[in-house]
């Protein structure tokens, strides 16, 4: 006697509920789900099903699902499979890996028997439930062997639509995981590929490129008969199916062989025509499968002598930037070979190059940038790029927007050795050319691998003399490039043996912020090395930096209180500081709530209680006298770690002189934070013990 279908219907929505579908199972309600299915009516086994969905959802169910015997279990799947309704055994994706494995082994057991019905719907329903197998990498081993690749290639075969893209769909997320992606292969499901791409209908062709868009994404090559298959589609009327086999071959080509069998197939005598194509989609898809094919040494030379470079080339005048740019990307792999290079010159790509490299896409200003770089490395095609493009050209570009576009620009000169050519550069009447190749000099001088390329064509002689032009931005930018090359201990000597310190107290009272910065850094730098702090100090220009102690602008006290204190690391320039009075100053600055103008100040007084020369006027300064001369022991009570350290190197460096410490103040200071400290740990040390 089967209970009225109002009440499966309620137990269907009380199971809905967590707490609903436990109290369903402890009742017992498993051992009458197999007759409730073989009702006759409609109803109760409809709402049967919904009840074994909601059960299956429940991580709470998942003992009771588990204790089903083996024979309950297959009856259960075969009962459901029979009214449509497999989406239960989609459900248990949100369980553990272990749990899913353990009810997904016992499943798989009867998916071949489900595949035998004949029910469209059922088949429409088992792909769902294989998809979502297969996302899981730990049951792939256990659900998809060969065997249940088979299964599912089979499907490949059924007529209606929804059950061919599913099938694709479960395929595709096997071969996500390397282990599915041999198994694929070894069910041959290429065999069956090969197939759906002859059909005469768009679906199937475009399901077979569904699929080839991931099996050749692990270590597995298709062979040159798959590859002739999809060369065929290039000619295809439908645009997607073109596009797509252009993306299944670029697929294939990432390895060698791959590329190899692309090749075999006459892709480059399709090529061309391809990159003449109506459809901006298929002409940029084309554009990388050159790219592709031109990265590996095997094929290249085919690539070249194909004529592939007068395609691209001819592509650059068209009216969409993303192709122009795609275009050029393709040439820049060609391009990267000597003999790739001459092809792509041989095909007047230069004559593009000049409007190209003023592109409103900055896309296209970034590669053909590249490009550019790309083949000025090669000595067969340097003359040629540099006889179109000359150096003064490429260092005037560097002023782009986007910083991308100007990394790019700066690849393109030091590939062209413009470097050799920067004096000339430099002595450009024209204004943006001279900041240009200003920058130019600064950037490489950043760096350790380029700076000693820098040093070698000695610019600092021209730098120095941009010091008294008359843009105030040229002098900014020269300062700047100074201080970059003062980085270094052979550019800060260049650069003193180009006079600049005769600059510095004119740099230094600027009336333009920027380069007052510019000098207190470069000032900070040429005293910092031994090679060159020597000459330094004997002209130190003390009197200025402490001026600009009183800068209205934050940024410029703080670059001169950091200069100073590295100027005071040496006893002459410690003395050069401390007979400017900068002294009567520091007070104030102590009490800055800009937290660098304060840790540089601590610094500076601990500099120059460091130096016997300068102790002295440092101890008996108004900084340190009673009641101030606890000024180190405040800073040990600051929460900023540089300050704190600043008060103790501080201590120590008075400590080191008779009578530095005299002051009982200050020790009756240091003894009272000690204890503060001490109590402090105390009571942190008392609440972790109660916890």
Not at 307 to 336: F, N, P, R
Not at 461 to 486: C, G, M, W
């Amino acid at each position: 006697m089967f209970p009225n279908p109002g009440a499966i219907q309620v137990l269907s929505r009380v199971t809905g509920d967590p707490h609903g579908a436990t109290v369903a199972v402890d009742a017992n309600l498993m051992d009458h789900v197999l007759e409730l299915l073989k009702s006759p009516c409609v109803e109760i086994r409809t709402s049967s099903c919904r009840l074994m969905g909601n059960l299956a959802l429940r991580e709470c169910t998942i003992p009771a699902l588990l204790a089903i015997p083996d024979a309950l279990f297959s009856s259960i799947l075969r009962e459901i499979s029979k009214y449509g309704l497999i989406y239960p055994a989609s459900t248990v994706d949100q369980w553990s890996i272990d749990v899913q494995s353990e009810l997904d082994a016992r499943a798989v057991n009867y998916l071949e028997e489900l595949l035998k019905s004949l029910r469209t719907e059922i088949k429409r329903w088992l792909w769902v439930v294989l998809s979502r197998l297969a996302q899981k990498r730990a049951i792939v081993p256990i659900v998809f062997g060969v065997t249940g690749c088979v299964w599912l290639i089979s499907l490949l075969c059924a007529k209606d639509t929804d059950v061919i893209s599913g099938a694709i769909c479960a395929l595709s997320q096997v071969d996500c995981w390397p282990e599915g992606t041999q198994t694929v292969f070894d069910s041959q499901a290429v065999d069956h590929i090969a197939e759906l791409i002859r059909s005469p209908g768009i679906r199937a062709r475009k399901w077979s490129l569904s699929l080839l868009e991931y099996l050749p994404s692990q270590d597995t090559i298709l062979g040159v008969t798959a590859c002739e298959q999809l060369v065929s589609l290039l000619r295809d009327e439908d645009v997607d199916i073109t596009a797509g086999a252009i993306e299944a071959l670029i697929n294939i080509a990432l390895l060698s062989n791959g590329a190899q069998a692309v090749v075999a197939a006459n892709v480059l005598g399709e090529i061309a025509e391809v990159l003449k194509s109506p459809n901006k989609e298929v002409r940029i898809a084309a554009c990388k499968l050159v790219g592709r094919l031109a990265d590996h040494d095997s094929i290249a030379l085919a690539v070249f002598e194909a004529g592939s470079c007068i395609s691209l080339v001819a592509l650059l005048g068209d009216e969409y930037a993303d192709i122009i740019q795609s275009a050029i990307d393709a040439l820049v792999h060609i391009s990267s070979r000597s003999d790739g290079a001459l092809a792509a010159v041989a095909a007047n790509v230069l004559e593009y190059i000049a409007d190209l490299l003023v592109s409103s896409s900055r896309q296209v200003r970034r590669s053909v940038y590249i490009l550019v770089g790309t083949l000025a490395k090669h000595q067969s095609t340097v003359s040629s790029v540099l006889a179109l493009v000359s150096c003064v050209r490429l260092v005037s570009l560097l002023h782009d927007d986007d910083t991308y576009v100007i990394e790019s620009a700066i690849y393109a000169v030091v590939a062209a050795n413009v470097l050799r050519h920067i004096a000339e550069v430099l002595q450009s009447p024209n204004k943006e050319v001279r900041i240009g190749a200003c920058k130019l000099v600064g950037r490489l001088a950043r760096y350790h691998s380029t700076a000693p390329a820098v040093f070698e064509v000695a610019p600092c002689a021209r730098l120095v003399s941009f010091l008294r032009d008359e843009d105030v931005y040229v002098i900014e930018t020269a300062t700047n490039v100074l201080y970059h090359i003062a980085l270094w201990s052979d550019g800060a000597r260049e650069a003193v043996v180009a006079n600049v310190l005769e600059y510095l107290a004119e740099l230094l009272e600027s009336l333009r912020k920027e380069v007052r910065i510019c000098a207190c850094k470069l000032a900070g730098r040429l005293s910092y090395h031994d090679s060159t702090a020597l000459a330094f100090c004997e002209v130190a220009p003390c009197v200025q930096i402490v001026t600009l102690l009183r800068d209205e602008d934050p940024a410029v006290i703080e670059k001169a209180i950091c200069t100073l204190s590295r100027i005071s690391r040496w006893a002459e320039g410690a003395k050069a500081v401390v007979d400017t009075k900068v002294l009567d100053q520091l007070a104030e600055l102590l009490e800055s709530p800009n937290i660098e103008v304060l840790r540089w100040t601590s610094a500076l007084l601990a500099t120059l209680a460091s130096h016997e020369c300068t102790v002295l006027a440092t101890l008996q300064s108004t900084l340190l006298l009673p009641p101030k001369s606890r000024r180190f022991v405040s800073m040990l009570r600051d929460e900023d770690l540089v300050t704190h350290a600043s008060g103790i190197i501080g201590l120590v460096e008075v400590s080191e002189w008779p009578h530095g410490l005299a002051d009982p103040g200050v020790m009756e200071a240091v003894q009272q934070l000690g204890q503060q400290v001490m109590s402090r740990f105390r009571v942190k040390y008392a609440s972790s013990s109660a916890v």
